[in-house]
């Protein structure tokens, strides 16, 4: 078992990630690489916060500069 | 020179008001006991809040850790419970009231509601209706058209005779 499935393993015991059934989605598709699954789950967010896809996309970008 | 006066020593040790280091207070440990700050255990909070109607409410009104938050309508009609889903979608389930009145008829009027929405059903009964309604009406002419040919021959005989 390498550190990352330490930590991930740590990170989806923790009741804080267990109570949570996004979390918990999100972390099992990373852990799956479903990448198409997260990119669902991120424009559903972005749509039922009324934020338009492309503002959010920018936003991202902007932290990576 | 000294004397060894018992009396002298009992004077030594005179009462002291508010030092009361050695004495014995049985009361000490029920005071203790209730100086100690109590842990009350909080009682589960409801999120949520009353609003308008639906459109109010919005995506940060609800948790984000998977809890439900109620939101009662201002005139109680409905109570929308919200929950962010696994997906990233907001669930969300509507509670009507129901009268005290129309309780006890719930479950006639559930099943009649089933019964009139069943298409199936009305439709095969339709059928069957229109098959009763053709059978009286050739029912009907049979018996006129032989009322008929009864009303004849007896002319006929009267007519003979």
Known sequence: MNPMEILMNRIMNSPQIENNPIAKNALQMYRNGDTQGLKNMAENMCSERGIPLEKAKEEVMKLFN | MQMNNPYQQQNNFQYAPGYNAYQYNPWANVQRMQEQPQIQQQPPCINGKIV???????????????????????????????QWASDGKISTVVFKPIQNACADNSSQNEQNVKFGLSDDATTALDKKMDELLEKIEQLEKNIEKTSSTRSRSTVKKDGDA
């Open chain 2, 52 to 82: 308008q109607d639906a459109n109010s409410i919005v995506a940060n009104d609800v948790p984000m850790d998977g809890s439900v938050a109620l939101f009662p309508k201002s005139d109680l009609s409905e109570i929308y419970a919200k």
